[in-house]
């Protein structure tokens, strides 16, 4: 149980051009969903809280107006990363926790590659 | 706001040897403490988590970790590594309230050689 996917696994996009990242809670409801950012050989680097039906919070120096979050419901959560950069390639990560347990479950993440 | 702090950044054993990696953390407040492993190309997966109660908590595949709450300390441990377990691992921490979000340390690669 307790599987979150998250899609798509890698996308390569023009520099400029908008792209959206799907994290879905396959098996269970999540009430918080979390975005992070990886880079090479770093650690997870959170970017923003997302609770369903409610305006993110993001980290400080995150830009909300570049990466939009929505979280529709209870399953679903969306990164769209805006007017793509080739600073903005990376590794993105959601996590879902349930409403239940303080425990993350991890999707297996986006290689995100702007050209 | 916690941090997370892993002193071994790369580890290399060889199959059979014990592990143990270390994780302390810094908060003033109660906690609750994962440890977390990526193997390559796969996503994170929890190996064990410590939220209240026996401060030895045993994980999968063989992993426990202590917590030290004088030390602020949650060392992993294995007694006998295999090859399988070559991967990153995280040690993490959130407070146990508010919106807990997870904040990771710096994470230690493991290379176990056969």
């Known amino acids: 149980g307790a599987v979150v996917s998250q899609h798509p696994s890698r996308v390569i996009c023009k520099s400029g051009t908008s792209v959206k990242i799907e994290c879905r809670s396959l098996?269970?409801?999540?009430?918080?969903m979390f975005w992070y950012r990886q880079f090479p050989k770093q650690s997870l680097m959170l970017m923003a809280t997302?609770?369903?039906?409610?305006?993110?919070?993001?980290e400080q120096g995150v830009e909300k107006d570049k990466f939009l979050i929505n979280h529709a419901s209870l399953t679903l959560s969306t990164l769209t990363v805006t007017s793509a950069h080739p600073e903005d390639s990376s590794f993105y990560i959601c996590?879902?926790?349930?409403?239940?347990?303080?425990?993350?479950?991890f999707g297996a993440g986006t290689r995100l590659s702007v050209l | 706001a916690q941090s997370v702090s892993q002193h071994n950044h790369h580890v290399i054993l060889s199959e059979a040897a014990s592990l143990e990696l270390g994780c302390n953390y810094s908060?003033?407040?109660?906690?609750?403490l994962f440890w977390y492993v990526q193997y390559p190309g796969q996503h994170l997966q929890l190996l064990l988590k410590?939220?209240?109660?026996?401060?030895l908590v045993k994980g999968i595949k063989g992993f426990e970790a202590e917590f030290i709450k004088s030390k602020f300390s949650f060392n992993l441990r294995k007694p006998s590594v295999q090859w399988s377990d070559t991967a990153e691992y995280f040690c993490?921490?959130?407070?146990?309230?508010?919106?807990?979000?997870?904040?990771f340390g710096s994470g230690t690669r493991l290379q176990v050689q056969p």
């Open positions: 410590y939220f209240s109660g026996d401060p």
């Open positions: 993490a921490v959130t407070p146990d309230t508010g919106r807990r979000a997870l904040t």
């Open positions: 908060y003033g407040g109660t906690v609750n």
């Open positions: 997302s609770n369903e039906g409610s305006k993110a919070t993001y």
């Open positions: 996590s879902a926790r349930p409403g239940t347990e303080n425990i993350q479950y």
């Open positions: 098996d269970f409801q999540a009430t918080t």
